[in-house]
Structures are given as structure tokens and as C-alpha cells.
């Protein structure tokens, strides 16, 4: 899911996902949310509204979440860059 959302991203989010298991969890949890929110549909009308409220917002809070791992992430990646460790 977090590749759908930020497709330039793609080889940083692999290579989190792999390396970093808070940020692995992150992106379960937002599957998961995801998930709960396309079937929202299926609850009764009394729950419906509520629930579809609350996964949209935890999509949207997850989302925020990864999009600041992966630019802290960049921006660190970045700053080795520009300033290599020095012998």
C-alpha cells in the first residue's frame, strides 16, 4: 500500500520494509486499515458511518506516518551524501 501511495518511492519503501521493523509495522497496520475501510461498506447502517470516519482516519494518520519516515529517511541518506564520513 505505502508503494500505491508514494510509487517514487518505491526503492526506499523496499528497502525500509525490510531493514526497519517499525516501519514494516507501519505499513500492516495501514494494509490492515486499508482492508477495514473497503469493507465498511458490508456493517449495518447504524455502525456504517462511524467506522468508515475512523479508518479514514487512520489511513490518513498512517499515510502521514510513513511519508515522514520516508523523507527523514531520505533526508538522512541525503546528508550522507553530502557530507561522507571523513577517514
Known amino acids: 500500500m505505502a508503494v500505491r501511495r508514494f510509487p517514487e518511492l518505491e526503492l526506499t519503501i523496499r528497502r525500509m520494509f525490510e531493514a526497519d521493523q517499525g516501519f514494516r509495522e ?3 497496520e495501514l494494509v490492515e486499515a486499508e482492508t477495514a475501510l473497503s469493507r465498511v461498506e458490508q456493517l449495518p447502517e ?5 467506522r468508515k470516519a475512523e ?5 490518513a494518520r498512517l499515510t502521514r506516518e510513513i511519508e515522514v519516515a520516508l ?3 531520505q533526508a538522512f541518506a ?5 557530507n561522507p564520513p571523513r577517514p
Do not use: H, T
Open 71 to 73: 523523507r527523514e529517511n
Open 46 to 50: 447504524p455502525k456504517r458511518a462511524a
Open 78 to 82: 541525503q546528508s550522507r551524501i553530502d
Open 26 to 28: 507501519m505499513c500492516e
Open 55 to 59: 479508518w479514514q482516519d487512520l489511513v
